[in-house]
């Protein structure tokens, strides 16, 4: 057996290769085996959310990432051949990746994999998960090839057939959708515009449409129940010519695929030293394309946790923690494309009322204002208990808003680690009192006092003291007198951020 290892990944997708980035940044040694021979060239997901791309920054991808793909401008609804309404993606407020992007899959596994080179990893294909076994000090691996690997951890990011899942004995209940759908990526000659997103309702089924870099396009169909689809191309020209209100010729494929879509979630994210991220924990329709996004968030969620949890002795239940909060968002997520799945899907007077629904939303501007906000998930609250400090609550994001006229945003201030904002120098004033440890490793800690035309730009009151943590979301905050709230805030601050003693974190 080889030497042990703190975290052996399985599986190099989207999830993975983030998860990978995130503990290799902190220190972590990190395996990451795929069973494939090589990287997977299916472009599967296109659509990136601003807080995908913010994960991706704390792995120094984000820019790239960002600037790579098709900023999307709008998205268009067609019922038939009409047009019953465009939505303009205004750009997202506090955020420094303000629109959704259009980025094939497999670029974006290309960036992250450049991305794990960077921080000192590599990805070991042709490695196969056979079973594992788990004891009170880590996980012995077995491979395919009957090679074994102990590590201290095992994270499942091995899609949704995940053996990981399986062999925790974890659940993984659910439904598939009748229909198939098929997709095909390509150039086209066509009407679409195209760094605009489209959502064709037709007679016989529903036809999405948006842009790839390189001028590509997208087309993805659904195909009635009971009907057997031999050729995606076909299917999709066929499913073109039936409902399509614009011209759109097909003249070079360059990638197509048939499936069919499940919705699926699992009962638990960790048993002991055994995790799952990804779509090994969750899978459900592409509407709103959320499905990589989750994943991406679940691993940047967990990094900076089990590398305290590795190198600082963080205690344990936090991984817990990471579990509610995760299977929060994806039981929403699962939800939400549910409903936008179903939605597209509607007959008769459902449909009737559907696009009365979508065009007085669209006129009165109601659509434009939540919609978008809600699909990037910026004004997300998970389920952290605790006192707020006005607009910033436990559980909220921390919007990354500029802190000087020099390009500095709040989340070049979070490095990696956490941050204690005090609003303005009479909420600086009130650190001292609470004993914080001030020379704390600013790796682990930043303290920062933001001027008080930030803190109202985030709407937190003068004097106000927010514990934010390496992923942006409010840890614990205390408004200004509050004694109760600070004495919370500074019992959750020395949990999070002193190490345990030494032999605790004896490897
Ligand atoms: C057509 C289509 C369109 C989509 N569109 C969108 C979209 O627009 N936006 C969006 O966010 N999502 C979208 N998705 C979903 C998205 O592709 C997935 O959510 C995403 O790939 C999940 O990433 P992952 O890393 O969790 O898993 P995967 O990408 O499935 O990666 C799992 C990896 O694990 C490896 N593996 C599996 N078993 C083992 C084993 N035993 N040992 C070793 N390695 C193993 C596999 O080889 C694979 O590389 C779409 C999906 C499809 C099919």
């Known amino acids: 057996m080889s030497e042990k290892t703190d975290v052996l990944i399985v599986g190099a997708g989207p999830t993975g290769l983030t998860l990978a980035a995130g503990l290799l940044s902190r220190g972590v040694r990190v395996r990451v085996i795929d069973r494939a021979e090589r990287a997977s060239p299916h472009s599967k997901a296109i659509t990136l959310w601003p807080r995908s791309f913010e994960v991706f920054d704390t792995l120094g991808a984000g820019r790239e990432l960002y600037d790579r793909g098709v900023k999307l401008a709008a998205t268009n609804y067609y019922t038939g051949d009409r047009h019953i309404g465009r939505l303009r993606m205004r750009p997202l407020t506090g955020t420094r990746f303000p629109v959704p992007v259009s980025l094939p899959q497999v670029t974006t596994e290309e960036v992250l994999r450049e991305t794990v080179g960077r921080h000192g990893g590599r990805i070991e294909f042709g490695s196969r998960l056979e079973s594992f076994v788990q004891d009170d000090d880590g996980v012995t691996a077995r491979l395919a090839d009957g090679t074994e690997i102990r590590a201290g951890w095992l994270v499942g990011c091995d899609g949704a057939h995940s053996t990981v899942r399986e062999g925790a004995g974890v659940s993984f209940e659910g439904a598939t959708y009748p229909q198939s759908f098929v997709l095909v990526d390509g150039e086209y000659d066509t009407e679409y515009v ?14 999405v449409v948006a842009g790839l870099p390189g001028g590509l ?24 010519a039936e409902n399509s209100p614009l011209r759109a010729d097909s003249v070079k494929v360059a990638g197509s695929g048939v ?25 459900h329709s592409p509407a709103g394309g959320l499905g990589l996004n989750t994943g991406v968030q ?26 509610e909060e995760r299977l929060f968002v994806a ?40 919609l978008p906000r809600r699909m990037a998930q ?89 514990l934010v943590r390496p992923d942006g979301v409010v840890a614990a905050a205390a408004a200004p007198s509050d004694r109760a709230a600070a004495e919370a805030l500074r019992a959750r601050l020395l949990a999070l951020v002193t190490p345990a003693p030494a032999e605790s974190r004896a490897r």
């Open 217 to 240: 396009y997208r087309f993805f169909a659904s195909v009635p129940p009971g009907v057997e689809v031999e050729d995606a191309e076909a299917a999709v020209a066929r499913a073109v």
């Open 378 to 466: 910026l004004d997300l609250v998970l389920p952290v208990q605790g006192p707020a400090a006005g607009r910033l609550r436990p559980g909220s994001r921390l919007p990354d808003v500029p802190v000087t006229g020099r390009g500095q945003y709040l989340y070049d201030l979070l490095g990696g680690g956490h941050l204690l904002l005090a609003a303005g120098d009479e909420g600086a004033g009130a650190l001292p009192g609470l004993g914080l440890p001030v020379d704390a490793d600013p790796e682990v800690l930043r303290i920062v006092t933001v001027p008080l035309h930030v803190a109202q730009s985030l709407g937190v009151p003068r004097r106000a003291l927010c």
């Open 298 to 323: 679940d691993a940047g969620s967990l990094a900076w946790r089990l590398a305290a949890v590795v190198r600082r002795g963080l205690d344990e239940a936090e991984l817990d923690a990471w579990q």
């Open 194 to 207: 195209h760094d605009e997103s489209y959502y064709v309702m037709g007679r016989t089924g529903v036809i």
């Open 331 to 370: 039981h929403g997520v699962v939800a939400e494309a549910d409903q936008q799945t179903r939605m597209w899907l509607l007959k008769g007077w459902r449909r009737w009322l559907r696009d009365v629904g979508i065009t007085v939303g669209l006129r009165t501007g109601v659509i434009e204002r939540v």
């Open 259 to 283: 499936f069919r879509i499940h919705r699926k979630l699992a009962d638990r994210m960790r048993v002991g030293r055994v995790l799952l991220a990804g779509d090994a924990a969750h899978i």
